[in-house]
């Protein structure tokens, strides 16, 4: 599938990986624009066979994105409207890279407040560079709430306190401080997380795509409940084993000595053999 035709993003696709730039001068804002592309780009993305793993960074060293448009806020209506009972168009856009069937990672290496921090948290997996991340949710100093997310998306991994201190205290939190306190996977030093990002991107890309997708749907099964979440998970498995790509892989495992001492040892750096 070719990606042409996008004034905010730059698209490459790598043995399986969508690597996704945001490159949106000055500042990479949230606004109108850039909202009907990362629309487009991700309707594309969900249904793009040849693609497992998508990537999004920056092209910008100081901001990931800065923030939604404040200017475009501003021209929301004031009259309240009804309660909604489905998803609006916003939240559907950041919600496709959690839900479309292939890995998302977000990889900050500048500022992603508001919108922005929203956008990454939507992502399956979130990386940020020592020294140059800063993640934020100043809305509330707007006197407005984050509406992209924040608030359902920040009580998850960091809990009810923290995410209050984030979302009432309206700070920028740093890169070491978010990995402890849950908000990305791992900080890491600016020099080492494009490697790092890309070697875990291109390991899960190596792997069955029905597998990532039943492996995704089934750890999103886990806010049902325990009971409800176990019911998934056991048909998400057997899913998994009636597919092609798991019989030949399993097949292959135990040819090349999988369940030996000499193998068991070492299984991480296995797998990576197991390629398609």
């Known amino acids: 599938m070719a990606y042409d035709g996008y004034g905010c993003l730059r698209v490459r696709v790598e043995r399986g990986v969508a690597f996704v730039t945001i490159d949106h001068p000055p500042i990479n804002l949230l606004d109108l624009a850039m909202i009907q592309e990362l629309d487009r780009l991700g309707q594309a993305l969900e249904t793009d066979a040849d693609v497992r793993v998508v990537v999004c960074d920056s092209a910008n060293p100081e901001f990931f994105v800065a923030h939604a448009d404040v200017g475009l806020i501003q021209q929301l209506p004031t009259e309240v409207p009804p309660k909604a009972t489905t998803l609006g168009w916003f939240h559907r856009i950041v919600d496709r890279f959690r839900t479309m069937p292939k890995a ?91 490697p ?63 369940q030996t001492r000499a193998v068991e040892l070492d299984l991480g750096a296995m797998v990576e053999r197991l390629e398609r």
């Open 104 to 194: 998302t990672i977000a990889k900050i290496e500048g500022r992603a407040r508001g919108g922005g921090s929203e956008l990454a948290l939507s992502f399956d997996m979130r990386f940020a560079a020592l020294g140059r991340a800063i993640l934020a949710q100043p809305e509330v100093a707007l006197g407005i709430i984050p509406g992209g997310s924040g608030t359902q998306r920040l009580p998850r991994l960091v809990g009810r306190a923290r995410a209050m201190e984030i979302i009432l205290g309206c700070d920028d939190v740093p890169a070491d401080l978010a990995e402890r306190w849950g908000w990305v996977n791992r900080a890491l030093p600016a020099v080492e997380i494009g």
């Open 196 to 258: 790092f990002v890309d070697r875990l991107a291109f390991r899960i890309a190596s792997f069955p795509a029905e597998a990532i997708a039943l492996a995704k749907s089934s750890v999103d099964a886990a806010e049902l409940g325990t009971i409800a979440g176990l019911i998934e998970e056991a048909h998400a498995f057997n899913q998994s084993v009636a597919t092609t790509a798991a019989r030949e892989r399993m097949a292959r495992f135990m040819r090349a000595g999988g």
